[in-house]
């Protein structure tokens, strides 16, 4: 033998066919038992007490975790390369098969004698020298039974004048265990946690091997030939091939090769070597470019919600949402529009805030009045004076109601705009409705009221059928307590092309003073109540009847629904002023 072996020697000298057992030689790598680890959980579970900074740090984790899933999904398959592995055992099996069928034809050549009364039988000691030579080269083992089922011949063991000699392979000298060994070392065991091995049948060798233990020689005994797979004790697998020796067509014994999977294992081992070095390159890359992406994710959002929290506590105004509208991504976009937002908010706390100024200053006056007229009316006696002061408190009283009920609509106002969506307005039957309304409750003295609509087709708006009806009613009883008696207030409706095709302009005119130049803002400002007396005025409402945030709610209720309203002042040829106009433009429906 060219390679080195030990000898174990048997002293009770009972032929080859008895071979010495060691537990130790049974023990090769191991492979192919049912995995017992739990897969590894990668999402954490958020629970109620997580701080906000850990939660919004899940984001993170959840970008890697699902690249890396999808990462793991096709590089867990290289454990279980069944198909791969099945064709190097087959391809085994072909190249056993070839040998076999060589090897026998050469016994059935060489190694066969005529014995008389028996015939053709096979010659063990030169049969046994011719396999040694044969399968030397091969790596493999093999053995050679009779028709009757003994062994005859095992290249394993070695006839000598002490005994028999087994010969195996001796494992290398002890060295330093490399990087690459040590991790195939691990991979190998990882590989013994691994299912599906112990499907096949465990190779078992008896003290007295027989043919009868070995399906493949019983079945070559009558075809022409068989194989087996099986697996080792400790690991590997045991490949088999049984050839019948025939000479002259006549079987007269059965070889069987068989060898380890070592070649298998190594290709194998070759195989899952090259896919781990692909995953860890590509897991390297996942994992950097899923903390980039995070980072590019998570972290600006991290910094969003921390402002947008500290907006929530109401820590001031020093707040500042972080300024993000360079990128032009959705992160962009969302920090643009919380900066927007975080404006409209104050802008709204604003209003508010001006808005309680406001009502506590406009309640305080008619307050003030009506206390002074209750104090001075228990002092006096005069009928008439009693009288008086009791009209003056009636005249606060209303006016507090009036007040105070204007103010309840100006609040829910802006709630109910953004509550209800605007829809589809016909701006005639709503004008037709308004000017019926005043018509009907106007006194005798009071200016006539104009309606001019344009003919055609239906004045389609999207409004609030409700609310534009009290804007057409804020301004229209505007008009009517500035016009002279017998005057007239005309209401006109006209299409013209506007920001969404068709729009519609509605305008209202009156004969009144018209506005100072100064107040044509003004007077859209809420609690503004400067009514200059006028001569020939009409002796509409009293002046208690106003709380100046009539046409405050109805700009409010235009420009909710995308409109816009505006004052101007009429003049004649010598540039007088005439009059007063109301423009109202509202979106086409």
């Known amino acids: 033998m060219k390679h080195d072996a030990r000898v174990r020697w048997r002293s009770n000298g009972e032929g080859v066919s008895a071979p010495e057992t060691d537990p130790a030689e049974e023990a090769r790598p191991a492979g192919g038992s049912h995995a017992t680890g739990k897969p590894l959980e990668w999402i954490a579970k958020r629970g109620k007490g997580i701080s906000r900074s850990f939660a919004s740090r899940s984001l993170t984790r959840r970008i890697l975790a699902i690249n890396l899933i999808v990462l793991l999904v096709p590089v867990g398959g290289f454990f279980f390369l069944d198909e791969y592995q099945a064709s190097l055992v087959d391809a085994e099996t072909e190249t056993l098969r070839v040998q076999g069928e060589a090897f026998a034809g050469a016994l059935g050549t060489s190694a066969v004698a005529n ?62 265990m490399s990087v690459t060994d040590w991790f195939e070392t691990r991979i190998d065991a990882v590989l013994n946690w691994l299912p599906g091995r112990y499907e096949l049948p465990l190779y078992r060798e008896a003290a007295l091997q027989k043919a009868s233990d070995y399906e493949e020689v019983i079945g070559a005994l009558t075809a022409d030939g068989a194989t087996a797979v099986r ?43 090259d896919i781990l070095k692909v995953f860890a390159v590509a897991l390297f890359t996942t994992v950097a470019l899923s903390v980039y992406l995070a980072g590019t994710i998570a972290r600006p959002l991290h910094r969003l919600t921390a402002a947008a ?48 100024a406001d009502v506590a200053h406009e309640i305080k006056n008619p307050l003030t009045s009506l206390r002074s007229a209750v104090e001075t009316v228990a002092r006096i006696t005069d009928p008439e004076q009693q009288r008086r002061l009791m009209a003056i408190i009636l005249d606060d009283v209303q006016r507090l109601d009036r007040l105070i009920s204007d103010i309840s609509d100006a609040s829910r106002l802006d709630a109910e705009l953004s509550r209800d969506p605007p829809s589809p307005v016909d701006v005639t039957n709503v004008l037709q409705a308004v000017v019926e309304m005043q018509q009907l409750a106007a006194k005798p003295a009071a200016p006539q009221i104009v309606l001019d609509i344009e003919d055609g087709r239906p004045l389609i708006v999207q409004a609030f059928e409700g609310r534009l009806g009290q804007v057409f009613r804020n301004i229209i009883a505007n008009a009517t307590s500035f016009s002279p008696s017998g005057s007239r207030i005309v209401v006109r409706a006209r299409r013209q092309d506007g920001r969404r095709g068709h729009d519609v302009v509605v305008t209202i005119d009156d004969d009144g003073p018209g506005i100072p130049e100064a107040n044509l803002e003004s007077i859209f400002q809420r609690f503004y109540t400067d009514r200059p007396e006028t001569p020939g005025a009409s002796a ?41 106009r109301f423009t109202v433009e509202l979106l086409g429906g």
Request: charged content about 30%.
């Open 115 to 176: 014995v008389s009364g028996q015939g053709q039988v096979i010659e063990p000691v030169e049969a046994g020298q011719i396999l040694r030579r044969l399968v030397e080269p091969t790596n493999s083992r093999a053995r050679l039974f009779s028709t009757s089922g003994n062994l005859i011949a095992d290249t394993q063991y070695l006839r000598s004048p002490r005994g028999v000699v087994r010969i195996e392979e001796l494992p290398p000298p002890d060295e330093v």
């Open 540 to 580: 509409g409402a009293p002046p208690a009847s106003h709380s100046g945030l009539g046409l405050s709610i109805s700009r409010q209720i235009v420009e909710a629904t995308g409109g816009r309203i505006r004052a101007e002042n009429r003049r004649d040829d010598a540039g007088e002023i005439v009059g007063a």
């Open 309 to 356: 929290e500290r907006v929530r506590l109401g820590r001031g105004r020093e707040v500042e949402i972080p300024e993000f509208s360079g990128r032009h991504d959705e992160i962009g976009e969302l920090s643009r529009d919380m900066r927007a937002m975080t404006e409209a908010l104050w802008d709204r706390m604003d209003a508010i805030e001006r808005f309680a």
């Open 231 to 273: 697996r080792h004790g400790a690991g590997g697998l045991v490949i088999s091939v049984a050839v019948p020796v025939q000479r002259y067509k006549q079987v007269i014994g059965v070889l069987m090769l068989s060898t380890g999977s070592v070649e298998v294992e190594k290709a194998m081992r070759a195989v899952r070597i």
